[in-house]
């Protein structure tokens, strides 16, 4: 008899997407009968290509898609036919994709018309707004439509896809892989010697990152808010890792260069952000990924954004909506630096987003789907 081997596809093409999916990766490949095979879409050159070197991932196939200041549709109008094609020449029994990107939902619609079964990973998360974030807002809930598995990271995103109707079967609460990937890497690798040295000196350091579409158009009036935020606060050293994109490049670099304690850094592998944010007091961002890693850290998270889709986070109090407005982040930002008992508290916080086992979990269930191992139970039940 033939032993059964089913390739598992995972797409991907952004840098927090091969973040969260290596953990997934490995997993699949200590799963008896699975063989994962990595499809990279190339949606972000340079900031994918560091992320898989810190995880020591080659995807199989490329499809090199990305171009300077690509559009949405540039993007969805190369990835949809080429991603079909080469599925079926990788011979995918499943694909699976991660999230909310431009990937995400462009490579399950080519696997959805190959007649190739989709697993989402990090599925149910809603802002309820399609605006905020956009478009990642709709490109889940389109991935979603998609998919036969979905491996919600908490039982409140297994609730978003119940309301909409998906089969109880499909659904699995997982935890979050961004869990089992920063505590791994924070624990592996050391932070830079001079930012230590600035640690050790009693200086404490702030993460900054900002880069969402949605931000964009007072992306420069945001940097603006941090540089003051920043004046007030001589003895916190700040580093912001700058996103490649030209938008979000020419709208902080003016504005934040030349604050003395303000750090602009090309992006960090993350074998460098993730014990920089493990040593940091606060993060203020606007990513999705680093409210889960700050979460998973015990380091205290301020929120440049209106809402979130991981409100987990904020119920359990290491989460804070600082919003977009310049003058309310200014002020969030001040009260937080002001006040070491509450980022004290909301160090303490109980971390909602995962145990660091989300991986096994979303491989296990996978093997499951194709009758090779018992169903998992879920993370939190
Ligand atoms: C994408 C994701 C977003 C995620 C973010 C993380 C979508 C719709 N959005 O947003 O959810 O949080 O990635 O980074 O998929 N660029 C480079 N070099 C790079 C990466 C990007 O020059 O390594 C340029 C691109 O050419 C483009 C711009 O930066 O002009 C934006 O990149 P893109 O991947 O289109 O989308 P993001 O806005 O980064």
Redesign the pocket.
């Known amino acids: 008899m033939t032993p059964v081997n089913k390739r598992i596809v995972l797409a991907f093409g952004?840098?927090?997407e091969a973040t969260k999916m290596a953990p997934v990766y490995a997993a699949l490949a200590a799963q008896p009968g699975l063989t994962p095979l990595i499809l990279s879409t190339g949606?972000?050159?340079?900031?994918?290509d560091g992320a898989l070197n810190v995880f020591g991932l080659t995807p199989d196939r490329d499809l090199n898609v990305?171009?300077?200041?690509?559009t949405?549709a540039d993007?969805t109008g190369r990835i949809v036919p080429q991603a079909g094609r080469v599925l079926r020449e990788m011979q995918a029994d499943l694909v699976l994709v991660h999230g909310?990107?431009?990937?995400s939902f462009c490579v399950a619609l080519s696997a959805f018309y190959e007649g190739i079964p989709v697993g989402h990973v990090e599925a149910g998360l809603r802002s309820g707004d399609l605006g905020e974030p956009f478009?990642?807002e709709a490109?889940r809930r389109l991935t979603g439509v998609l998919s036969v598995l979905d491996f919600a990271p908490t039982a409140e995103s297994r609730a978003n896809l119940r309301r909409e109707g998906k089969p109880e079967g499909g659904l699995f609460v997982t935890g979050q892989t961004a869990v089992d990937a920063v505590r791994e890497v924070a624990g592996r690798v050391p932070l830079r010697p001079e930012w230590r040295a600035r640690v050790e000196r009693g200086q404490p350091l702030v993460t900054v990152t900002m880069?969402r579409?949605e931000n964009q158009p007072m992306m420069r009036e945001m940097a603006g808010a941090l540089a003051r935020v920043a004046g007030a606060h001589p003895e916190h050293h700040f580093i912001y890792p700058v996103?490649?994109?030209?938008a979000v490049q020419e709208a902080v670099r003016p504005v934040l260069e030349g604050v003395p304690n303000f750090e602009l850094t090309t992006p960090l592998d993350y074998s460098e952000m993730a014990p920089l944010m493990a040593a940091s007091v606060l993060l203020a961002t606007d990513?999705?990924g680093l409210q889960e890693e700050g979460a998973a850290l015990g380091v205290p998270v301020a929120v440049l954004r209106n809402v979130t889709e991981r409100p987990e986070g904020l119920a359990a109090g290491v989460l804070k909506l600082a919003g977009n407005d310049p003058v309310q982040l200014e002020g969030v930002l001040n009260g937080l630096l002001d006040d070491p008992a509450t980022l004290a508290a909301m160090a303490q916080a109980p971390n909602p987003y995962g145990d660091g086992h989300a991986a096994r979990r979303i491989a296990q269930a996978v093997a499951w789907h194709f009758g090779l191992a018992e169903r998992p139970e879920h993370w939190g039940d």
């Open positions: 952004t840098r927090p949606q972000q050159r340079e900031m994918l990305m171009t300077d200041r690509q949405l993007l909310d990107t431009s990937t478009p990642e490109n880069h579409r996103h490649l994109s030209p990513s999705g």
